[in-house]
């Protein structure tokens, strides 16, 4: 049967549409803005060339917005292409590399008619997996949030009131933003008795004996004093700021919360809440990150490209370089090599592996790269078989292919 070839071009204001048949002549060009009527007549005017929404192959560089929702629900096939693919392929029709949002979208369709081997069309997830995704992004942004409110506090604090950032052993933690809020100022400080930080800190739920003493201790070393007119203004934002991170730490921890309720109702749970050292956060971005569609990933070697474990080999002539993975899903690296660091302390295979490949010359993160490269490759295995994680079958594996030394 006939297909459609459209591209689209994106932007926050308007859309440019490009249709092509299957032979690369263009049957027409559009643009519609970023409104329900206008969405409404792009899929009128596909609706006019009779051609089943199936048989619409669908270019678009993202699918972080409402029109690619909006192409999903008229269940044409929605390809996504990234927008390094379409800029490395302008030179195709302009050798000056000159190209406008109307060619871009033109580029786009005969991308899906020339290349489309190359790309496949997207499988939306089930609607528990994008909450938990959602969830996993919420809980990311709070955490830059925190890490960008809570160095501004830090340098406040150098500046005017150093105690704080003596005493206790991180800033942005619930009885540290509680101190601050009820004592903002070193004049405020110095009228603080030892029962009263007692009572304080059992208020807050904090109770060893030990830690009271060697607080308070640390709060009554001397230091040097800030003007005090410098340092009566700086307290409003200090306390702003102590009260803004307090609502950020326990938004987090709701945020967490939830996204571990939701991760115990998926039927893959079992899958990666058996690896060992995983957490509570790690456990579904592990899940986010292989999702559910099993046919997307067809080897270990496709997840590892995506997640930058692996390395990028070019080769010409005798000449070879193997270099770092700089086009990949950033957050996905840094999900696997956070799992790669916590699993040293449970698996003794990975610690193994990791001081091997601390002993061939790695750097320590280049190292932990390795390890995670090597736990994609087990965790792909689980995930395509349905089986947890078990260490005494993977140690037999280990020995099994462990060259003889007789």
């Given amino acids: 049967m006939e297909e459609l070839l459209i591209g689209i071009d994106w932007s926050q204001a308007h859309y440019d549409v490009a249709i092509l048949a299957i032979n690369g002549a263009i049957l ?5 803005n970023n409104t329900a009527p206008d969405l409404k007549q792009l899929k009128e005017k596909i609706a006019k060339f009779a051609v089943p929404p199936e048989c619409c192959l669908v270019g678009i560089e993202t699918h972080h917005n409402i029109l690619f929702d909006f192409l999903l629900s008229c269940q044409f096939q929605v390809y996504v292409i990234a927008p390094n693919v379409v800029n490395s392929s302008r030179g195709r029709f302009s050798a000056s ?12 369709a005969d991308l899906l008619r020339t290349d489309r081997q190359r790309f496949a069309p997207w499988r939306s997830d089930s609607p528990l997996l994008n ?6 992004n919420h809980i990311d942004n709070l955490t830059k949030t925190t890490i960008q409110h ?26 540290a933003m509680h101190f601050l809020l009820a004592y903002p100022t070193a004049a405020a400080l110095k009228e603080l008795s030892k029962d009263e930080f007692r009572k304080f800190c059992r208020d807050h739920h904090c109770h060893p004996a030990a830690w009271i003493r060697n607080w308070y201790a640390a709060l009554q070393q001397p230091t040097p004093e800030a003007d005090p007119l410098l340092a009566e203004a700086y307290s409003g934002e200090i306390a702003f700021l102590a009260g803004l991170l307090l609502s950020l730490i326990e938004e987090k921890k709701r945020a967490a919360d939830e996204t571990h309720a939701l991760f115990l109702q998926h039927p893959d749970q079992a899958i990666f809440a058996s690896l060992p ?32 474990t692996c390395p990028v080999t070019k080769q010409s002539g005798k000449k070879k370089q193997i270099l770092f ?22 698996a003794d295979w990975a610690a193994a592996y990791y001081k091997s490949a601390k002993a061939r010359g790695h750097y320590k993160n280049s190292a932990f790269r390795c390890l995670a490269n090597r736990w994609v490759g087990i965790i792909w295995k689980m995930w395509q078989t349905g089986q947890p994680y078990n260490e005494a079958y993977h140690m037999q594996q280990i020995r099994k292919h462990r060259p003889s030394t007789d």
């Fill in 150 to 175: 809570a160095n501004r506090l830090e340098a406040i604090l150098l500046r005017v009131y150093p105690q704080p950032l003596q005493t206790f052993s991180k800033l942005a933690i619930p009885i």
């Fill in 277 to 308: 050292g995983a957490g509570l956060l790690l456990r579904p971005k592990l899940l986010a990150l292989f999702g559910e569609d099993r046919e997307r990933f067809p080897s270990p070697q496709a997840v590892r490209q995506l997640a930058g």
């Fill in 97 to 108: 590399g000159a190209h406008t949002d109307r060619t871009d979208a033109r580029l786009i």
């Fill in 325 to 346: 993975r700089k086009a990949c899903n950033r957050d996905y690296r840094d999900t696997m090599q956070q799992y790669a660091m916590v699993s040293v302390q449970q």
């Fill in 131 to 136: 909450q938990i995704k959602l969830k996993l």
């Fill in 28 to 32: 027409t060009e559009f643009r519609i």
